[in-house]
């Protein structure tokens, strides 16, 4: 069975950091290309990065190149997202999902607030 | 990279049929046959309802269709049930390892 756990979410402060992450189990994780999916409270979804499954190909949305990166590790099937110079908007639940979006986990709460 | 454009609702009474649109650009849908949708219920992660357009995951009932002209895509929902009341979302990939979601659709069975 498929498991995308995703953790790292919390209260932070304008301007500050924060690193996500996310554990796959129930595939072969180096097999597949990885994303990072936001959603804000009461809003729509937002994609925000995407990884290929050799980390060879990334790409950002608009409203966060420049300041979050993602990365991977696929000894630990592992998916990270380093969040950097946070800003209200950032406030979602960000959700992990596997390449096709097939799988979603159930997302880590990130709230941006002084 | 702008939000593809979805209507905010859509209403049906069950036994139904119902058509969410999905409008993009030359630089997403219309370039490309990778458009997706998602069901979404409160408080759950959305779930895998079409992909590439038309095809659907094993498990997804076959009340669920998609299509695609140009820069527009569509799911048609059959046979409406109360049990389809949620918000559905497309998604499009935009090239360069780009995606993009759709702005997001309430289904409201009447």
């Known amino acids: 069975e498929v498991q995308l756990v995703e953790s790292g979410g919390g209260l932070v402060q304008p301007g500050r950091s924060l690193r996500l992450s996310c554990a796959a189990s129930g595939f072969t994780f180096d097999d597949y290309a990885m994303h990072w999916v936001r959603q804000a409270p009461g809003k729509g979804l937002e994609w925000v990065s995407g990884i290929s499954w050799n980390s060879g190909s990334i790409g950002y949305a608009d409203s966060v190149k420049g300041r979050f990166t993602i990365s991977r590790d696929n000894a630990k099937n592992s998916l990270y997202l380093q969040m950097n110079s946070l800003r209200a908007e950032d406030t979602a639940l960000y959700y992990c999902?596997?390449?096709?979006?097939?799988?979603w986990g159930q997302g880590t709460l990130v709230t941006v607030s002084s | 990279q702008s939000a593809l454009t979805q209507p905010a609702s859509v209403s049906g009474s069950p036994g139904q049929s119902i058509t969410i649109s999905c409008t993009g650009t030359s630089s997403d849908v219309g370039s490309y046959n990778l458009v997706s949708w998602y069901q979404q219920h409160p408080g759950k992660a959305p779930k895998l309802m079409i992909y590439e357009v038309s095809k659907r995951p094993s498990g997804v009932s076959n009340r669920f269709s998609g299509s695609k002209s140009g820069n527009t895509a569509s799911l048609t929902i059959s046979g409406l049930q109360a049990e389809d009341e949620a918000d559905y979302y497309c998604c499009s990939y935009a090239g360069s390892s780009l995606y993009v979601f759709g702005t997001g659709t309430k289904v409201t069975v009447l």
């Open positions: 999902a596997k390449e096709n979006f097939d799988y």
